[in-house]
């Protein structure tokens, strides 16, 4: 009966070495099946995206990845790679993108981290607000709010009311996601020549002739019309700074053209310039009422730190330089060169830059 007993334990303890060799080579298996599924490709069609909206849950989002056409793992697999990387219940709202390749792993990690897709949208220094608000509505996905407001109701939407709103939105590049607005790129834009007016303020000349910021603003708008060359700027800031200083029209056909409006057809003739409008800087003295458009960080550098020297007058070389003089004798001669391509002395053409 002993014996008996001794074979009837030995088979027990041989079903269940079995039953746990089964069981771990199932684990075993399990897991290797689970590495695999959480670091192979989870998408290999064509770029895509998945949004996460607010209240939305693990089971919520699985789901949307199976619309998308998400079709590795099981949601169990997921939820347990979910928790692995302490991504269930921290899914930030968002949109994702489904890149070619991409892993179950690094999906939920970018959604746990809100490594959202963004886009850009580019303020391009010199544009006025005319083609800054063409731009915002030629941008998608960007949510179009401001599109039926005039610009007293944008300004005033900005938390702005009755300020003018050319010059007041920094040229760069700026960063936006899916659900994000119109008036939202405004308002960091604003934000953002606020700071950038602010510092160049503070490190403005001491002999500089400009009063105030606003003032500041306005004339480096109009060096920022003026001329694309980067090393000119502070040239052609010093030419309207000496004129100030010495009461002289400032006479920058910039000026001329955004006050004329949509009646400028591309040509400036000698009727507009003598045509008084509150930004003809030919018939007005001093600066004119607001910026004529919107200056990039180098130029309000420029219009507060004007290079010293003599010069009181530019003509452009066409070719985006420019020639400066002291005199209006000088003065005319370039222009008798480089206008109407007379009386050039030896070599004017081939001057170096000044």
């Known amino acids: 009966m002993a014996g008996g007993c001794r074979r009837a334990i030995g088979i027990s303890l041989g079903v269940l070495l079995a039953v746990l060799l089964l069981a771990g080579g199932v684990a ?16 290999t069609g064509e ?37 692995e990387l302490d991504a269930a219940g921290r899914l ?23 490594r959202v897709i963004h886009y850009r949208v580019t303020i391009v220094e010199g544009w006025n607000f005319r083609q800054l608000r063409a731009a915002l509505a030629a941008a998608e996905p960007l949510l179009h709010e401001a599109t039926d407001l005039d610009d007293a109701a944008l300004m005033a939407a900005l938390g702005h009311p009755g300020q003018h709103p050319e010059g007041r ?48 603003l ?14 000119e700027r502070p040239q052609i800031a010093g030419v309207f700074s000496r004129r100030l200083q010495k009461g002289m029209l400032l006479q920058t056909d910039p000026t001329v053209i955004y006050g004329m409006g949509s009646a400028y057809d591309g040509n400036i003739r000698k009727r507009d310039l003598a045509t008084d ?30 290079a010293p020297g003599d010069a009181l007058y530019f003509v452009s070389r066409n070719d985006g330089s420019h ?7 000088e003065h005319n001669r370039a222009v008798d060169c480089y206008q109407r391509r007379r009386n050039c002395p030896p070599r004017a053409e081939a001057e170096p830059q000044q």
């Open 28 to 43: 075993a298996w399990g897991w290797n099946h689970y590495q695999r599924f959480a670091d192979a490709p989870a998408w």
């Open 47 to 83: 770029p895509a995206s998945v949004r996460i909206e607010r209240g939305d849950g693990l089971r919520t989002v699985l789901a949307r990845l199976r619309q998308a056409g998400v079709v590795a793992g099981h949601d169990l697999e997921w939820r347990l790679l979910a928790r």
């Open 92 to 114: 930030k709202v968002g949109e994702y993108a489904l890149e070619p390749g991409i892993t179950p792993r690094e999906l939920l990690r970018r959604m746990r981290d809100g």
């Open 169 to 216: 939105f920094l040229p760069e590049t700026y960063l936006y996601q899916r659900g994000d607005s119109d008036l939202d790129i405004l308002r960091r834009a604003y934000a953002a020549m606020e700071q950038a007016l602010a510092e160049a303020w503070a490190n403005r000349a001491p002999d500089t002739p400009l009063r105030s910021p606003e003032e500041a």
């Open 218 to 231: 306005i004339l480096a708008s109009i060096v920022e019309k003026e001329t694309g060359q980067a090393h």
């Open 277 to 306: 409008t509150p930004y003809n800087t030919y018939t007005r003295p001093g600066l004119p009422p607001t910026p004529i458009a919107m200056p990039g960080r180098a130029a309000l550098h420029a219009a507060v730190n004007p």
């Open 323 to 329: 020639v400066f003089s002291a005199t209006y004798a």
